[in-house]
């Protein structure tokens, strides 16, 4: 059964370094989804993206998050200057129709 | 802006018993979802309730939709062991399409 991957599993950086975060969504659908959750705490909704352009984003998504989808498979989420409260578990979602969404297993970001 | 509540935030039951989780919202949408977290792990998909009075069942669990009341439920019928998660209903905005989801039901369910 296709499934949402994502790369590293666990990623610790330094404050102030850039940290590119990967996602391959399953290959037939058309949005996708960047969502982070803070230990212990509910899922936040970071951003949105269908047709090669973000749909909407959430405040949480500043001028230091940024989103691609270099080419018909990864979908990246990139973090330019990390701040320690940028460590959370971040998770890739992907759906078909823009409903049922499938999450991928998350990446945990560790911030120094 | 729309908000999304969860109660109870945690429970604890026995095996056997019967119980409902309820989400309410605060502005008008007829998109909801109920997904199930394990400790450490990613998100499942439990049920997508895409009008009023939808109503879904899988197993143990059965999810309702009340748009005019922005009220789901999610019931769980004879708990059992295995069910004990997180549980997190997520609203989609229908004017900005952003998702927003409640803080998430912690169910422990006692052997």
């Known amino acids: 059964e296709p499934e949402v991957t994502q790369t590293p599993s666990h990623q610790v950086t330094q404050m102030g370094q850039e940290v590119i975060l990967r996602c391959v969504p399953i290959?037939?659908?058309?949005?996708f989804y960047w969502y982070r959750q803070i230990l212990g705490q509910k899922v936040e909704f970071l951003v949105s993206?269908?047709?090669?352009?973000?749909?909407?984003k959430s405040e949480i998504f500043d001028d230091q998050f940024s989103v691609e989808r270099p080419d018909g498979s990864n979908f990246t989420l990139k973090i330019r200057s990390t701040k320690l409260e940028d460590s959370a578990m971040y998770f890739c979602?992907?759906?078909?129709?823009?409903?049922?969404?499938?999450f991928g297993p998350g990446t945990r970001l560790t911030v120094l | 802006e729309l908000k999304v509540e969860q109660n109870p935030l945690f429970l604890s039951m026995q095996e056997g018993k019967n119980y409902t989780i309820y989400c309410n919202y605060s502005?008008?949408?007829?998109?909801l979802y109920w997904y199930r977290q394990d400790p450490g792990k990613s998100l499942e998909s439990l049920f997508v309730?895409?009008?009023?009075?939808a109503v879904k069942q899988e197993g143990r669990l059965m999810a309702s939709l009340d748009t005019k009341a922005r009220l789901s439920t999610l019931h769980i019928t004879a708990a059992v062991h295995d069910l004990s998660a997180t549980y997190f209903c997520?609203?989609?905005?229908?004017?900005?399409?952003?998702?927003?989801f409640g803080k998430g039901t912690r169910l422990h369910i006692l052997p």
């Open positions: 290959s037939n659908h058309l949005y």
């Open positions: 993206f269908y047709n090669n352009e973000i749909s909407e």
């Open positions: 997520a609203v989609d905005n229908p004017r900005d399409d952003k998702i927003i």
């Open positions: 502005t008008t949408s007829d998109r």
């Open positions: 979602a992907s759906s078909r129709t823009g409903h049922e969404q499938f």
């Open positions: 309730l895409l009008s009023n009075g």
